[in-house]
């Protein structure tokens, strides 16, 4: 079977460039940026001073230049939150006119002209920006023209993926993301973002910070992401309540088809329902599925 390769037309990206940026990021974001370097990405969020994820993001270097990568729809919300910090700071931020494909599948390794050697590792060629986002998924970011050759070169040797499957990959492997419906709703911990390296508990103070550490060093969380499948002929959208014992028991963060029928979905629930009959509002159960990384 061939690897995949899907044009990821939802996504939207923002550079941060400038002699303060490092420093303008490092005072905003729960991620460390101070450690991102030419090789590597992170995971992030810009959290509200109640501790609550405004937006998640992707981060990594280009060009000199920080780009955060986002959902479209929000880097609008992002560029304007951000802007409102930059006082005196020697700080441009910029829609970054930049494309992205996903490269998925078992021989997926075979249309990159360069590998990158580990998780969240990154690698540049002609093609551009290359970032291993799990053991067989990839993504490529370059200019939208040059992104353009690089699919006429693959497209004879992988088939079109659709970015409902890429979508359900991402959820398969557990990664949260911040979208307009759910913006507000959680603290990092919630949406596991800490298990992916989106949070630092060493780095100096940001928006949110005290309350993000304080639940930290606290101990358990109590409610957290989990993966879970829902034979529903409707769609779970984001920020949908879901319900156990006609109580709320939390909220779905995002959904994607399966191949089977139905949706696989990523849900915010209180821990302490995670063994009991979890439902959508519709009646529909949700069946637990394993997580790719360990909970605490």
Avoid at 16 to 39: H, P, V, Y
Avoid at 116 to 141: C, K
Wanted: net charge negative; glycine share 8%.
């Amino acid at each position: 079977m061939k690897p995949y390769h899907t044009e990821l037309s939802n996504l939207g990206f923002l550079r941060i460039s400038g002699e303060d940026a490092t420093d303008f990021l490092q005072n905003l974001t729960s991620n460390d940026i101070r450690l991102l370097d030419e090789k590597s990405s992170q995971h992030g969020s810009l959290c509200s001073p109640k501790g609550r994820m405004l937006a998640s993001f992707l981060a990594f270097r280009m060009d000199g230049d920080y780009v955060l990568q986002m959902p479209a729809s929000m880097t609008e919300r992002v560029k304007k939150r951000l802007s409102m910090y930059i006082f005196r700071s020697k700080v441009a931020i910029s829609d970054a006119d930049l494309a992205a494909i996903g490269v998925s599948g078992k021989d997926a390794e075979s249309l990159l002209e360069s590998v990158p050697d580990s998780v969240m590792s990154l690698s540049r060629s002609g093609q551009g920006v290359v970032i291993r986002l799990s053991g067989s998924r990839f993504e490529i970011v370059s200019e939208p023209e040059t992104l353009a050759r690089t699919i006429e070169k693959i497209e004879e040797k992988s088939e079109k993926g659709t970015l409902a499957s890429w979508e359900r990959l991402e959820i398969l492997d557990a990664i949260p993301v911040v979208l307009p419906e759910t913006e507000g709703l959680f603290v990092p911990q919630m949406a596991n973002l800490e298990l992916i390296g989106g949070v630092s508990f060493q780095k100096g103070c940001y928006p949110g910070q005290e309350i993000v550490t304080r639940t930290h060093f606290l101990g358990k969380v109590k409610r957290r992401m989990v993966l879970a499948h829902v034979d529903s002929k409707m769609e779970p959208s984001p920020g949908e309540e879901v319900f156990c014992g006609g109580e709320a028991a939390g909220t779905v963060a995002r959904s994607a088809p399966s191949p089977d029928g139905g949706f696989d979905i990523l849900a915010v629930i209180h821990m302490e329902n995670r063994t009991a009959e979890i439902r959508l509002k519709s009646g529909e159960m949700l069946s637990m599925l394993p997580m790719p990384y360990p909970l605490p």
